[in-house]
């Protein structure tokens, strides 16, 4: 078998309402998810074991010891299929940055699965795989589908949304790293919202869904910005490039998104952004 590569692209949360914490201490939440068109680049050949090199820009940052998202994907694989083991070599081209909002372990470990499931002939299809996915954390099934979908209860409950079109977009990271468990600490501590689904757009024209998704709000917003001001420097500085239309952080940051009409127009307000601010992770992207 040849090698064998593909993308794990970055997850965005358009939107993210998120209600209080329940009796098994989760917190349900509602949001419309798209993926990007940049993200990390994850291959596999075949080896004497399974096993893990992780390189690239945010690479040296990422832990590839045996808790690592992939290995264990992997391994829960082989023992889903019956076969132990799988003797893989993955390798990992870290290009998204870590604690970023993105979804990058778990969007990682679905791109593994399926690269393992076909480097090893197994006749499992995506549903199977994202039970397995599941099991490694709550946005593991919809880091597994990578499509644009509906995303409630821990966030594996999904419905698929064909209709989402295409929306232009510049994603920015300030490089602070924006812990999960610290971010929903601190938006417990206040009075958390309601995990309420909108209804969907009448129009799903970009201009009307940009329009639209200005009416919804990402309720761990306020609660990461106060734990990490850079991220609302983030956020004001992005929403002040021409032709940003709408500025919001992702999942529970550190990064943040600006939607715009077009990709020619994120490109160019990325590269006016990184001559201001070199040492941020800046890249314009189709949200599909």
Known sequence: M???ATLAPAKVNLFLHVGPLDADGYHPLASLVAFADVGDRISVKPAGGLSLAVTGPFGEALAAGAD?????????????????????????????????????????????????????????????LADIAGRIGADGPMCLHARAAWAGGRGDRLRFEPALPPLPALLVNPGVPSP?????????????????????????????VTGWLARQRNDLEASAVALSPAIGEALATVRDLPGARLTRMSGSGATVFALFDDL????????????ARPEWWIAAASLR
Do not use: C, M, Q
């Open 2 to 4: 040849a090698d064998s």
């Open 68 to 128: 690592n998202l992939v290995l264990r994907a992997v391994r829960a694989l082989g023992e889903a299929a019956g076969i132990g083991e799988p003797a893989l070599a993955f390798t990992l081209d870290k290009r998204l940055p870590i604690a970023a909002g993105l979804g990058g372990g778990s969007s990682d470990a679905g791109a593994a699965l399926k690269l393992a499931r076909d480097a090893l002939g197994l006749s499992l299809d995506d549903d199977a």
């Open 180 to 208: 999960t468990g610290a971010v929903y600490g601190a938006y417990d501590a206040g009075l958390p919202a309601d995990a309420d689904f909108p209804p969907p757009p009448v129009d799903w024209s970009p201009a009307a």
């Open 264 to 275: 020619a127009s994120a490109r160019a307000a990325g590269s006016l952004l990184a001559n």
